[in-house]
């Protein structure tokens, strides 16, 4: 990497696409941030202004949802390629569609492994900035942000807990739990627990945690209906060798895990 003048040998830009890749995986969100900054700031000081600008203001947007996929084991890891269309509210597109002639009139969600991309590649549309990144204070790229503005709103909470990535997260999150995280509650908790904050539950974490487990089982076997309405949420289908209503159960714990302050906060 050439930390003078660019010459025709340059790999820098290879190189901070590999590390992107690598603070993506790093456990701890503070740390993770603060790579991804500074790797944002090479991208700026190698010409590359437009990937520094993308890095920049999707760090802090995008970091919740791409968090949430990771956990849950359905984030994929591609790195560049075209942009994605997650799932958004529909008919946001259309209400600003201008007629014929003009590009972006209409929103197609994408599928398969696209639908899991990270927020860095959501298309972005100026006229209607993507909801799950302007909830979470995402600038309008009208103008130059010299600070981001940090919020906590009832809806970013809304979100968090019936938006339908966060919702499909949830379950596959219970479904590598079930599957990967041992053969009691206690083991699976702890693995659980471990995956989102990188650490294991205390005592009385636990004890919560258990007792909340306990109580939506009790609910879902007494409405299989709902369960069955709770696990149909996104585009990936839910394991049929799970007893629904206990996977129901643990989607409920796994969304509360994943709405944890220390979860969703770094401070």
């Known amino acids: 990497m050439n930390e003078g003048f660019p010459d025709d040998n340059d790999t820098e830009g290879g190189f901070l696409d590999c590390a992107v890749e690598i603070a993506q995986a790093i456990d ?5 941030s603060e790579i991804l900054s500074l790797i944002a700031f090479k991208y700026a000081k190698s010409g590359q202004l437009e990937a520094a600008v993308d890095l920049a203001e999707t760090i802090n947007d995008s970091y919740l949802r791409d ?13 560049g390629g075209p942009s994605v269309k997650p799932y958004q509210p529909a008919g946001l597109w259309e209400e600003m569609a201008f007629g014929q002639g003009f590009s972006g009139q209409s929103y197609t969600q994408s599928s398969g492994p696209d639908l899991y991309r990270r927020g860095i590649y959501t298309v972005w549309k100026r006229t209607v900035p993507p909801p799950s990144l302007t909830i979470f204070d995402a600038p309008d790229r009208e103008k130059c942000t010299a600070r981001r503005a940090v919020t906590n709103t009832p809806l970013q909470a809304l979100v968090l807990l019936n938006d339908p990535t966060y919702v499909e997260a949830a379950r596959a999150f219970a479904q590598r739990v079930l599957h990967s ?22 005592s009385q974490e636990r004890v919560v945690l258990l007792g909340s487990l306990r109580e939506f089982r009790s609910s879902y076997q007494q409405d299989q209906a709902y369960a069955s309405k709770l696990l149909s949420v996104g585009d990936a289908k839910a394991d049929s060798r799970v007893d629904p209503r206990e996977l129901a159960a643990w989607t409920t714990l796994a969304s509360m895990i994943l709405n944890l302050d220390e979860t969703i906060t770094a401070e």
């Open 67 to 79: 968090q949430a996929l990771a956990s849950s084991g359905l984030l994929s890891r591609k790195i």
């Open 181 to 202: 995280g041992g053969r009691t509650d206690r083991e699976r908790l702890n693995f659980a627990f471990k995956l989102a904050t990188a650490r294991t539950p205390d």
């Open 28 to 32: 701890s969100l503070e740390g993770r």
